[in-house]
C-alpha cells in the first residue's frame, strides 16, 4: 500500500492485499463459502452502556464565523511558485526527506556502487552497473533468467536508499536489493525468506508494484492511472518528492488569493491544517503515515481520511497485544492510542513539519508539556492532568543523564528495524512496565536493553520503584490478553472494555472486530450503540460486528441509516452486507443502498490492476445476478497475479459449479502441481474430492494444509470434521485440541469437539471443556 515514511524507501510489500481484502464478498457459489470463509475475513468479513466519549472528529473544513467565497476546485500548480514568498518553509524543506523522497536516477542522486558490483543473496545474483549516464541491474527477472533492466528512480537517502526499475508498460518495480548508505554495502530486504522469482516477495511481483504500493507517498499530485483494457500504467505526479502541495492541497487559489487578498476561505486552501481541531493535521499526516487500503486513485482534498482510505484497526498481525508496533505500520495507528492524541497533541507539535526533524533538541520535544511546572507550552492541547515534575532527571528516569535510558524516547518510544536496518519509533508512548510485560509477552522498553538475568532484576526493581497499589480500570491490554487466548472472564472484560467512555477509537474498533467471538445480547447491544459512534473507524467495525451476529434481514434495520452516513468507507461496507436484501427492497433507503452499493463498484474499479478488486468485482456481480461477467473478472485476477489463490480458487469452483468440473479439476491440479505448499490450494483440492467421494485421497491435502498453516481457523476445522465423517474420532479430537491451543476462543472447534467428546463416551472431558466455555462467555447463545 502507498505511503511514505521519511526515512524508508519503500513499504512492507505484503500490506495491500490483506487490507482490500477486507472489502471480499461472501461467496455463494454452493460450497464456496466453506472453502474461502477465512478468505472473506480479510476484507468486510466481517443494560445500557455508559455514553461514548466523542473522539476528536471535526469536518476537514472549518466553518467560518461570516460568509465567505468558496472558490471553484483548486489545480496543481508548479511548485517553484510557492518558494518566492514561503523562503523559511522552503529553507527547512530542502535537502529534507520529504523534499527527496524520490528522485531521478542520476550521478548526484544514486548513492549505491554501481561500479560493476556483485551481489549475491536468495540463490540469486545481482550486478550493479553503469552505462554512461544510466544506472543498470542485471538480475532475475519475473521469469527467472536474468537480464539487464534500467534504474529509474531513487527512493529515500537515508539509512538506505532503494531503486525503481522499469519494466515496461508504465511499470516501475522495487528492487528487493538496497543500498545501506550507512554502513555502504548492498543488503536484501528479506533476508532468510527464500525469495526468487516464484516468492510473492520478488521484486517482479505485483506486491513490489511502486505504482500501487510506493509513489503516491513519494511524490505530490499523484494518479496511478491504470488502463485496465491494456493493462498498462501512465502513472502523473505533479512533482516529485513531497512537495507544498501533497499536504496543503492544489495551490491555485491560494495564487488568486496572493494577488487580490480576497476573502476566500482559508486563503484559497481546501483545508487549513492550523485547524484548533487537530483531526484535520493528523488525517493530512495519516495519509501517508498510516498502514490503511486506499479507496480509490489518490485522495480527495478536504475529506475525510476514510473517505479515500481504510485505516487498519489494531490486528494481531501488525501490533502486539498492548498496542505497539509489530510490523511496520507508520506512526498514526500507534500514535491514535496515546494519551496526547486525546488531549489534542498534533504532528507538528514535535516534528517540524517542513524539514522532517524534531523542534527541539533531546528531550526539550517532551519539556513542553511534561515540566517541572505541570503546565503545556503548545496552544490548543489539553494540559489537564499534567504532573508537575523534574523529567530530566535522574530521579524520574532512574538513568544517568547522557547515557542510554536518560532519553524520553528511549523508555516511552521503544522502536523496532524495518527494511533491513531503519529504526522507527512507536508512537502510543506507553509506560514501561516489564513485570507486566513478562506476564502479557509484549515488548518493553526495560526488557529490550536489561536481557535474561538482567531483565529479571529490573523486574524487581521496578516492583519497587511502582508500589502503588490504587485501584485501577482495566487495562486495554490486559484484556485483550484475556479475550485472544479465551480466558476466564474474556466476554466480561471484552464487554467492559467496551463501555468505558475514554477507549481510543483505534482500541474501540479493534475490540469490535473481537466481538464476534463472544456473541450474547449484551454484545448486541455494544455493537449497536457504536453504529452512531463520532469516530468513522469505530462505525466502520462495528457494522462489520453487525453483520456477523445478524442474519441479512435481521441487520437490515440497524444498518440501513449508514447508508447515508457522512463517510465513504462507512457506506460501503454498510450496502456491501445489505447485498443480499436490498434487491428485496429496503424502503425509503433504497436510494442511499444504491449509490453506496455504486461507490463499493467504483471503488473495485478504481483499483483494476489489483486481483483482489477484480476478484471483489466478480463477487459482486455473481451476488447481484451480473454472472456473465463472473469468469471474465475472475481470469482477469489471475492475470493480475497469476499468485492469487483466492481467485484461483473461486474460479475453480465457479466453473464446477457451471457443469464444466473437467476443467475446473484440470486447473486446480496443475495449480497444485506448480504450487506443492499452496496451503489453499491443497485445502480446496482436498475438499474437492471430498464432494466426489474420494475421501481418503483428500485427507493427505487437507492434513498438509493445516500442517501448513496451523494458525488457520478454517484448515483446522475441516480436516476436522472430515476426520470424524471418515470415522476417525479421536483423530478428530486430538486436531480439534490441536487448533483449541493455538485459537483457544474458536467456537466452532470448541462446539464440535464437545459433541465429539460425548459420541466418544469421554464425557468428563466434555464437562471440562464446557464448564471453561461458561466461564469465557457465559452469556454465548450455543450455551442454551
Not at 500504467?233 to 518528492?241: I, R, V
Not at 459512534?533 to 453483520?547: F, L, T
Request: aromatic residues 8%; contains cysteine.
Amino acid at each position: 500500500m502507498p505511503k511514505h515514511k521519511n526515512k524508508a524507501a519503500h513499504p512492507t510489500p505484503d500490506a495491500q492485499p490483506t487490507l482490500i481484502n477486507r472489502y471480499l464478498f461472501p461467496v455463494t457459489i454452493g460450497v464456496l463459502l466453506l472453502t474461502v470463509a477465512a478468505i472473506g475475513g480479510f476484507l468486510f468479513s466481517s443494560s445500557t452502556p455508559a455514553p461514548v466519549k466523542p473522539a476528536p472528529v471535526s469536518t476537514p473544513i472549518a466553518q467560518p464565523a461570516k460568509p465567505v467565497v468558496i472558490a471553484a476546485p483548486a489545480t496543481m500548480v508548479d511548485e517553484q511558485q510557492c518558494q518566492g514568498c514561503h523562503t523559511e518553509q522552503v529553507k527547512d524543506w530542502q535537502g529534507s526527506h520529504h523534499q527527496l523522497a524520490m528522485q531521478p536516477a542520476t550521478a548526484e542522486t544514486m548513492l549505491g556502487d554501481f561500479n560493476n558490483v556483485t551481489f549475491k543473496a536468495e540463490k540469486e545474483t545481482t550486478v550493479f552497473s553503469r552505462k554512461g549516464e544510466d544506472f543498470w541491474v542485471h538480475t532475475p527477472g519475473i521469469d527467472g533468467k536474468n537480464a539487464d533492466f534500467k534504474v529509474a528512480y531513487t527512493f529515500g537517502i537515508a539509512p538506505l536508499q532503494q531503486y525503481l526499475i522499469e519494466v515496461g508498460e508504465g511499470r516501475l518495480q522495487a528492487l528487493g536489493v538496497a543500498w545501506n548508505t550507512e554502513k555502504q554495502r548492498w543488503f536484501h530486504l528479506y533476508p532468510g525468506q527464500g525469495v526468487n522469482f516464484k516468492n510473492p516477495l520478488h521484486w517482479s511481483k505485483p506486491s513490489q508494484n511502486a505504482n500501487f504500493m510506493c509513489v503516491e507517498c513519494h511524490t505530490t499530485g499523484y494518479k496511478r492511472n491504470f488502463d485496465a483494457a491494456k493493462n498498462t500504467f501512465e502513472s502523473h505526479w505533479n512533482s516529485l518528492g513531497v512537495g507544498c502541495q501533497a499536504c496543503h492541497g492544489p495551490a491555485s487559489n491560494h495564487l488568486e488569493w496572493t494577488a487580490k487578498k480576497g476573502d476566500l476561505i482559508h486563503a484559497g486552501f481546501a483545508v487549513d491544517l492550523k485547524d484548533k481541531n487537530a483531526t484535520v493535521e493528523l488525517e493530512t499526516c495519516a495519509r501517508c503515515h498510516s498502514r490503511r487500503a486506499p479507496l480509490g486513485d489518490g485522495y480527495t482534498v478536504g475529506k475525510r481520511l476514510m473517505d479515500d482510505y481504510l485505516p487498519s484497526p489494531l490486528t494481531r498481525e501488525l501490533y502486539a497485544l498492548d498496542g505497539k508496533i509489530k510490523d511496520e505500520v507508520f506512526e498514526h495507528g500507534s500514535f491514535a492510542q496515546s494519551k496526547m492524541f486525546d488531549k489534542g497533541v498534533r504532528c507538528s507539535n514535535c516534528h517540524n513539519p517542513h524539514s522532517t526533524e524534531l523542534k527541539a533538541p533531546g528531550n526539550g520535544v517532551c519539556l513542553q508539556c511534561h515540566n517541572t511546572a505541570g503546565k503545556t507550552a503548545v496552544a490548543g492541547v489539553d494540559g489537564k492532568g499534567l504532573q508537575a515534575k523534574n523529567y530530566d532527571s535522574i530521579e524520574h528516569t532512574r538513568h544517568t543523564l547522557g547515557q542510554p535510558g536518560s532519553q524520553c524516547v528511549d523508555c516511552h518510544m521503544p522502536g523496532k528495524f524495518y527494511m533491513g536496518n531503519d529504526f522507527r519509533h512507536d508512537h502510543s508512548f506507553s509506560i514501561p512496565n516489564p513485570e507486566r510485560a513478562s506476564r502479557l509477552g509484549t515488548p518493553d522498553a526495560c526488557l529490550t536493553c536489561h536481557q535474561g538475568k538482567a531483565g529479571d532484576k529490573v523486574t524487581e526493581q521496578f516492583k519497587l520503584w511502582n508500589t502503588a497499589t490504587a485501584l485501577q480500570a482495566p487495562r486495554y491490554d490486559e484484556s485483550l490478553w484475556l479475550i485472544r487466548n479465551g480466558q476466564p472472564g474474556a466476554a466480561h472484560a471484552l464487554y467492559e472494555q467496551l463501555q468505558r467512555s475514554n477507549l481510543p477509537a483505534i482500541q474501540r474498533a479493534t475490540l469490535l472486530a473481537e466481538l464476534p467471538l463472544y456473541p450474547s445480547e449484551q454484545a448486541l447491544k455494544l455493537a449497536t450503540q457504536d453504529l452512531s459512534n463520532p469516530a468513522p473507524q469505530v462505525r466502520e467495525s462495528a457494522v462489520r460486528a453487525i453483520s456477523a451476529f445478524l442474519p441479512p434481514a435481521e441487520r437490515a434495520p440497524l444498518l440501513m441509516p449508514l447508508l447515508g452516513d457522512s463517510v465513504k468507507a462507512v457506506r460501503i461496507v454498510a450496502a456491501r452486507d445489505l447485498l443480499s436484501v436490498a434487491h428485496n427492497g429496503l424502503g425509503s433507503a433504497q436510494a442511499n443502498w444504491n449509490a453506496a452499493i455504486a461507490e463499493y463498484e467504483d471503488v473495485q474499479k478504481s483499483l483494476a490492476e489489483r486481483a483482489e478488486a477484480n476478484l471483489n468485482l466478480a463477487m459482486l456481480y455473481q451476488a447481484s445476478g451480473r454472472t456473465a461477467e463472473v469468469e471474465p473478472l475472475l481470469r482477469i485476477a489471475l492475470k493480475r497475479d497469476p499468485d492469487f489463490y483466492p481467485a484461483l480458487v473461486t474460479l475453480v469452483q465457479w466453473l464446477e459449479a457451471s457443469g464444466r468440473a473437467q476443467e475446473a479439476q484440470a486447473l486446480l491440479e496443475q495449480s497444485v502441481k506448480d504450487h506443492p505448499d499452496g496451503a489453499l490450494l491443497l485445502h480446496t483440492q482436498g475438499l474437492s474430492l471430498i464432494r466426489t467421494g474420494k475421501t481418503a485421497q483428500a485427507m493427505p491435502l487437507l492434513r498438509k494444509a493445516a500442517t501448513l498453516e496451523p494458525q488457520s481457523a478454517q484448515y483446522g476445522y475441516v480436516l476436522a470434521v472430515a476426520l470424524h465423517d471418515s470415522g476417525k474420532v479421536d483423530e478428530a479430537c486430538l486436531e480439534l485440541e490441536r487448533l483449541l491451543k493455538v485459537q483457544p476462543a474458536n467456537r466452532n472447534a470448541r462446539l464440535s469437539l464437545i459433541q465429539y467428546y460425548l459420541e466418544n463416551g469421554q464425557e468428563p472431558k466434555a464437562q471440562v471443556l464446557l464448564q471453561g466455555w461458561k466461564k469465557m462467555n457465559m452469556g454465548d447463545p450455543a450455551l442454551k
